[in-house]
């Protein structure tokens, strides 16, 4: 391990020029690491009754169990896609990657919930260098329309499938601790092959690194991300307010930041192309209404129906299993059917998911949840296939880090607020869990709607 991390130090200062690609291994390595990824992001979701208990976290406390890896993710990626593409996409990569393996078994040895929050929000971090990366990869790889439109698939698969095996793999394997310990070890050995076998590729824009502008956008996710989950305790609070009011304010430092250096993290005229625009709202509405809901729905099946882990993993596998196959077969679409409107279906396929489940709970019925979780499946799969390629279409193709690292930013800063919401709405009705789910169910499918008018409507200009 020692000469191995030695190894990854000496190739993030090597400066040797840019190498030919390797198409399969590129989508192969990318494709595997971020399952990874997500299969950590995901591996709460089913132990989280398990993982509460062992930490002696209180209820109010449980959204930070769950957004901790989003918080990281969406503090850096839009760093870390700037990075990767100024000094190279491979040392970015290969770096999150092992970071990830790091961090993931600190998590594992975790004794407190907040000891185990940080370890999460490192994961983010970590997963934030080879998300954002992995698509800049891509790009360099398959450099033509049609080679582009089948890797973004695939990868855009791998996302689904990620998700899918995540609470299948942690479901079942006996303790939480060891199934971290399992996904730490896949992680450094994914960046293992990948340290031999990516090929580096960058486009360096000159000037220094943008960092007044990382700052200020690092500490504004934050705040914005713990008044969101404190929030769940009363939104006039004093800290709550402070913490909006704090994040408001280094929003606009920033902007300023970005509007006046020579290399910005983010190109603020980009947002004036409908297309960038709708990769960014399509990733926000993501994490808000899909990531939202199904990241505590399966604790609210085993709090409510009494179904295992195990159970549960199955039973979420319908819908994250779907979404992979979905996602892999939706290249088929192009030319028929553009990523715009392709997200649009998505969403409204989500919503028509999220409706049909509703009452389920409530009547203590599991199959009463199968057709949803179909519909919603199919539309989540359409959702992961589309946003990758938009968003590096959306943008340069010397830029795709950027356009990578926006959109995903937006989606887990998405997903922060949609877990939070979704706690909130779940656990403060007066009728019980059941009767909250209905009304989280009901808030994610509305969401959906407004995003699939939004972007439905965001047509590029003649």
Known sequence: MTRFIERTVTVARDTAPVTTARPGATLALTSAATAVALMTYTAPMVTLPDIAAALHTPLSAQAWLLNGTPLGLAALLLVAGTLADDYGRRRVFVAGTLALGLTTVLGALATTTWLFTLARVAQGAASAALLASSLGLIVHAFPTPAGRLRATGVWGAFVSGGIALGPVVVGGIPSWRLAYVVLGAAAVVVAAFSLRRLAESRAPRG???????????????????????????????????????????????????????????????????????????????TGLAVIGLFSFLPALLQQTLGLSAMDTAWLFLLWSGLSFTVALQARRLS?????????????????????????????????????????????????????PLLAVDSVPAQRAGMGSGAQQTFRYVGSCAGV???????????????????????????????????????????
């Open 335 to 387: 030319g028929r059917v553009s990523p715009r409107h392709q997200l649009a279906l998505g969403f409204l396929l989500h919503a028509a998911g999220a409706l049909s489940m509703l009452g389920a709970l409530d009547a203590g019925s599991w199959v009463r949840l199968l057709p949803g979780l179909v519909v919603a499946g199919i539309g989540s799969g359409l959702l992961n296939a589309a946003l």
């Open 207 to 285: 000037g220094r690194p943008d960092l007044g502008g990382a700052v200020t956008f690092g500490l504004a996710l934050v705040g914005l991300v713990a008044a969101l989950t404190l929030g769940r305790d009363g939104w006039l609070r004093a800290p709550v307010g402070l913490l909006l009011l704090a994040s408001v304010v280094l929003l606009a430092v920033f902007v300023a930041v970005e509007r006046r250096t020579a290399t910005p993290m983010i190109d603020l005229d980009l947002f004036r192309r409908p297309r960038f625009l709708a990769s960014s709202v399509s990733g926000l509405f």
């Open 420 to 462: 939070a919401l979704t706690i909130a709405l779940a656990t403060s009705s007066d009728g019980g869990l059941a009767r909250g789910a209905d009304v989280a169910m009901v808030v994610s499918a509305g969401l959906a709607v407004v995003a699939a008018g939004v972007v439905g409507a965001l047509r590029e200009r003649a």
